[in-house]
């Protein structure tokens, strides 16, 4: 049984999008700079990816991370919020709160079969969809944004306090090594 486990973890461990995952969370917390402008930075680049702008999330964040003198890799890394996988999650459910909060009770569905007037109706009604995305993209980026904020201060400050506690043990360690060695030299030169 815990073999059979193993296994599967082993097998999960070794997935490309674990893999991934890993290598930009560890590249995430390496970034130079202040955990605050990080996790701002990052914290943009969440509340960006909320909007339904595909292709323009990351040159949004990128902007305003300029803008404000906030990271600019980290905004662009929190634009990742939205990709492939999660937009069927995340821009159904932003039109959804939008349309709630407007008023609209029946949201718009779109049918099983497609023709060509149905194609024409919806690119009509388009800038209405795409503006509720917008509004619920906002009400939920908000709350999103904090939520990573939070999770990327704590998490960048604490690998870049571990990094400092490395260093002054090192340092600590080499002035050790210097005060022995001069001690050994007095030790000689009394003899």
């Given at each position: 049984m815990n073999r059979q486990m193993s296994n599967k973890q082993n097998v999960f461990a070794r997935s490309p999008l674990v893999r991934l995952w890993q290598t930009t969370y560890e590249r995430f917390l390496r970034i130079r700079g202040k955990p605050r402008e990080i996790a701002l930075g990052f914290?943009?680049?969440?509340?960006?990816?909320?909007?339904?702008?595909?292709?323009?999330?990351?040159?949004?964040?990128?902007?305003?991370?300029?803008?404000?003198?906030?990271?600019?890799?980290?905004?662009?890394?929190?634009?990742?919020?939205?990709?492939?996988?999660?937009?069927?999650?995340?821009?159904?459910?932003?039109?959804?709160?939008?349309?709630?909060?407007?008023?609209?009770?029946?949201?718009?569905?779109?049918?099983?079969?497609?023709?060509?007037?149905?194609?024409?109706?919806?690119?009509?009604i388009s800038p209405e969809i795409i503006s509720l995305m917008?509004?619920?993209?906002?009400?939920?980026?908000?709350?999103i944004a904090v939520t990573g904020y939070v999770l990327a201060f704590s998490a960048v400050k604490r690998y870049q306090d571990d990094i400092k506690q490395k260093l002054e043990a090192v340092k600590e360690k080499r002035k050790q090594k210097k005060r022995s060695k001069r001690k050994k030299k007095k030790t000689q030169r009394r003899r």
């Open positions: 914290a943009l680049g969440i509340f960006c990816g909320m909007s339904p702008f595909f292709g323009l999330q990351m040159a949004t964040a990128f902007f305003f991370a300029a803008l404000f003198k906030w990271n600019k890799l980290s905004s662009m890394i929190g634009c990742w919020i939205s990709n492939p996988v999660t937009m069927p999650i995340i821009y159904p459910v932003t039109y959804l709160v939008g349309a709630k909060l407007v008023g609209i009770e029946k949201a718009y569905q779109v049918p099983a079969q497609m023709d060509w007037t149905l194609l024409i109706r919806m690119l009509e917008a509004l619920g993209g906002v009400v939920l980026g908000i709350p």
